[in-house]
Every structure is written in structure tokens, then in C-alpha cells.
């Protein structure tokens, strides 16, 4: 995976957190290392739905990942987990 494709990634998971949890803030204005669930961002159920967009947005099934939640205590972290993901992908194909 390219450097680009990780920004684009980067760029893609800020969106859709600001998007789905923080309407009030813009993506430019979005702290990518914030700890997304010790701010209260994110809970249990928005964590339900940031797994949702990654397996439609990316065509991943996380049935096969190790869903740890550190994984998602940022906008890094989840871009982080996003090509750790393709990357297995590509490499089992």
C-alpha cells in the first residue's frame, strides 16, 4: 500500500467519523491521534458502526480480524487497522 492510499484512507476514516459522530466539526479541525473512545466519541454501538463502514466501504470481513478496540481509539488507528486489513487481503490472494 502506498503512502497515498494511506492518506487517502487517513482522509476517508476522518470524514466519516466528523460525519457520523462529530457534525459540528470539520475534518480539518479533527485531531487524527484523538482517543476517539476516552473522549466519548465513539461507544460501544458507534464502534458497531465504524466496523460496519469499514467492511462496506473497504470490502472487508472482520470475522477474520482480531477486533481489538484499540484498533479504533483513533482516526489513525482505524486508517491503521483499514490497511493492515487490505494488506492481509492482497497477501492471501
Do not use: C, N
Not at 492518506?7 to 487524527?32: C, G, I, M, N, Y
Not at 470475522?63 to 484499540?70: A, G, I, S, V
Amino acid at each position: 500500500m502506498s503512502d497515498t492510499d494511506t492518506t487517502h484512507d487517513l482522509t476517508a476514516v476522518k470524514r466519516f467519523v466528523v460525519e457520523e459522530f462529530l457534525p459540528d466539526v470539520s475534518p480539518q479541525d479533527l485531531d487524527a491521534d484523538l482517543d476517539l473512545l476516552d473522549a466519548g466519541v465513539i461507544d460501544s454501538l458507534g464502534l458497531l458502526k465504524v466496523i460496519a463502514w469499514i467492511e462496506s466501504t473497504y470490502d472487508i470481513d472482520t470475522d477474520d480480524l482480531d477486533l481489538d478496540p484499540d484498533a479504533f481509539r483513533s482516526v489513525t488507528a482505524i486508517a491503521a487497522f483499514v490497511a493492515d486489513a487490505l494488506a492481509q487481503r492482497a497477501g492471501a490472494a
